[in-house]
């Protein structure tokens, strides 16, 4: 790749990163200033995940149809800041779930196309995303860290506006990225969608990844709280955030040889397992600084590797055409569904037992994330995609 493609594809994932840094760690305690309800709360965080089920299947459909992924990709990012406005107007409960709604279709749809013009323009050297998405994490540290000083002095009406200003500098980005997902010669699907899915190992995939999202619903709607109703400070929390995506730039830096050594499988199950053992701590030790901290360091394999090896099986398994529908799917299934069922189910359960229990559940379903990643594994048939990416 170019340096200055590197850069024009590097920055778009900063803002997008940027402004979910100012929004899922803050929107919460922001709710609540504004008087809402736990279970309002979950609602709301919930409808926002919720439009991933939908949004980027449709774009993603539209794209792959059309060709024009990157025009796809600037449309959208222009109407998700102009939508958010909507949701700094919206004045009450109702209002702001549908605005939010709006607001979502759009925010929640450029990510995946991007993904896939990004795996496209590496082509067979795919194994080297990480290197690229780092400036995402880097884009949430920017912003998460920065706030959580600025709210610790300062109230929280401000969030919106800020949100507001990283979505217009990610439309601004797209202006200068071009599509050349084609220049590496992509190959043409070889299936329909249809049968990909009919894949045992692709379901076991799909379906550890929906376990996988929806055991961090309790983390990104109410960490922050819960951490304040543990009596840490808001900018100790900020803290807490960043020091969780700095673990996560630094797999990053490195889990392309990873993949290399000990495959995308492999690195998938390992992350499940020690996704469990995050929430358990979170579940029953958080009010000891040292274990909550060592817990934030795992978010280096709760997202780090567990989506960069994602990343790669979806890649696999969706070639050429279906590129653009395979990040549709991954997205709408684990983000989507899976963040909108874990935000939801955490909201009533924090509603009504409190924040442990919450993460006990999130616990639970990234057990169950392990085990449909296990079976997933054992019907791959094939062993490139055990010891070595790419496959051949």
């Not at 979502?104 to 896939?116: D, K, S, T, Y």
């Not at 997902?181 to 969608?193: L, R």
């Not at 995308?264 to 390992?270: C, K």
């Amino acid at each position: 790749m170019k340096r200055s493609s590197y850069w024009k594809i590097s920055g778009f994932y900063f803002f997008y990163f940027a402004s979910l840094g100012a929004f899922m760690p803050y929107w919460g305690p922001y709710l609540r200033e504004q008087g809402f309800a736990p279970d309002q709360i979950g609602v709301l965080m919930a409808v926002v995940l919720g439009t991933k089920i939908i949004a980027p299947n449709v774009w993603g459909w539209l794209a792959d149809y059309t060709g024009k992924r990157t025009g796809i990709i600037r449309l959208g990012a222009m109407l998700a800041a102009l939508l958010f406005l909507g949701v700094m107007l919206a004045p009450g409960y109702l209002w702001l779930a549908a605005a939010l709604a709006f607001f979502g279709f759009f925010w929640n749809a450029v990510l995946p196309q991007f993904e896939a013009t990004t795996l496209g323009t590496l082509g067979d050297e795919s194994y080297l995303y990480s290197r690229i998405r780092l400036w995402g994490s880097v884009g949430f540290i920017f912003s998460v860290a920065g706030l959580g000083e600025v709210f610790e002095r300062f109230d929280m009406e401000p969030l919106p506006w800020v949100v507001l200003a990283l979505l217009a500098g990610l439309y601004l980005n797209t202006l200068l990225v071009r599509d050349v997902s084609e220049e590496n010669g992509e190959e043409k699907p070889v299936s329909s969608v249809k049968n990909v899915l009919r894949h045992p190992a692709v379901q076991g995939l799909l379906l550890a990844c929906f376990f996988m999202q929806a055991s961090h619903g309790p983390y990104y709607t109410f960490f922050t709280v819960y951490l304040e109703d543990f009596g840490y400070s808001r900018s100790a929390a900020g803290l807490l955030w960043a020091l969780g995506v700095a673990a996560e730039v630094g797999v990053f830096l490195v889990v392309h040889r990873w993949l290399l050594w000990f495959g995308a499988w492999r690195l998938l199950l390992a992350a499940l397992l020690l996704t469990v053992l995050r929430w358990a701590v979170v579940a029953t030790l958080a009010e000891n600084p040292a274990f909550i901290t060592a817990s934030q360091t795992l978010h280096a394999a709760s997202y780090g590797v567990f989506h960069a090896a994602a990343i790669q099986l979806i890649f696999h398994y969706f070639p050429g055409d279906l590129r653009g529908r395979g990040q549709a799917l991954y997205s709408s299934l684990s983000f989507g569904l899976g963040g909108a069922a874990g935000s939801l189910a955490s909201g009533y359960l924090w509603a009504a037992l409190g924040g442990p229990p919450a993460f006990g559940l999130a616990a639970a379903l990234a057990a169950a994330g392990f085990v449909a990643a296990l079976a997933g594994m054992r019907f791959s048939g094939n062993s490139a995609l055990l010891k070595a990416v790419p496959p051949e």
